[in-house]
């Protein structure tokens, strides 16, 4: 089975500055992919980055970028130059192929961005 | 090219009754997925159905089921509901196989007094 942890409920930040939000995940497939999804409070939920766990290299997407921990089995998500529209709930997830198209939540981090 | 809908946005239920929430995925999008987001469970999977047949299934009583049509349209149907149904629920659609992306609808709020 596998598992998502979310350590931080809530973190506030700076407008312009950085923020790190924390994930682990516990699997024990070989093959994987982790995302973190965005939920502003319009409810809908958006894709933000997604790392494949073959892949050594850290994804980026604009000013999200990951820091993927393997051996660790963490997940972190920085996000860079904050503005207020990133304030939001966001989720780590995982999908293994062997749970087929299932994502596996981790509890969600607040992000406050204050002006 | 317009997004996942769900109809609809909100209902309010009673305990007993049973709700139909319906899911129109991204036009050419195969898969469907449930999923049942709460306060205190958080966003935990229901199931997901591919060319109109459950592909997989999460840990739900019978209570909630789904199906899905020839042009990949969903719905979720919960009888007998219960006070701890209430809850947002999101469907997910991608074009079908394992790790697409996967596009989320706006949610269907449900609220059982």
């Known amino acids: 089975a596998q598992t998502v942890t979310q350590s931080q409920p809530e973190m506030s930040v700076q407008e312009a500055e950085t923020v790190t939000l924390s994930c682990t995940y516990d699997?024990?497939?070989?093959?994987?992919?982790l995302f973190w999804y965005k939920q502003p409070p319009s409810r809908q939920m958006i894709l933000v980055i997604r790392?494949?766990?073959?892949?050594?290299q850290n994804a980026t997407e604009n000013r999200f970028s990951v820091n993927f921990q393997k051996a660790a089995k963490s997940f972190s998500l920085k996000i860079s130059d904050s503005q207020l529209g990133d304030a939001a709930m966001y989720f780590c997830?995982?999908?293994?192929?062997?749970?087929?198209?299932?994502?596996?939540f981790g509890g969600g981090t607040r992000v406050l961005v204050k002006p | 090219k317009a997004g996942v809908t769900q109809t609809p946005r909100y209902l309010i239920k009673t305990r007993g009754q049973q709700v139909t929430l319906s899911c129109s995925p991204i036009?050419?999008?195969?898969?469907v997925s449930w999923y049942q987001q709460t306060p205190g469970q958080g966003l935990q999977f229901l199931f997901e159905?591919?060319?109109?047949?459950?592909?997989n299934k999460g840990n739900f009583p019978g209570r909630f089921s789904g199906r899905q049509f020839s042009n990949s349209r969903s719905e979720m149907n919960v009888s007998t509901l219960e006070l701890g149904d209430s809850a947002l629920y999101l469907c997910?659609?991608?074009?079908?196989?394992?790790?697409?992306?996967?596009?989320f609808g706006p949610g269907t709020r449900l609220t059982v007094l």
């Open positions: 997830a995982s999908l293994t192929e062997a749970a087929g198209n299932k994502l596996t």
């Open positions: 699997t024990s497939e070989s093959d994987y992919y």
């Open positions: 790392q494949e766990a073959y892949k050594q």
């Open positions: 036009s050419g999008h195969r898969s």
């Open positions: 159905y591919f060319s109109e047949t459950q592909r």
């Open positions: 997910a659609s991608h074009w079908g196989a394992t790790y697409n992306e996967q596009f």
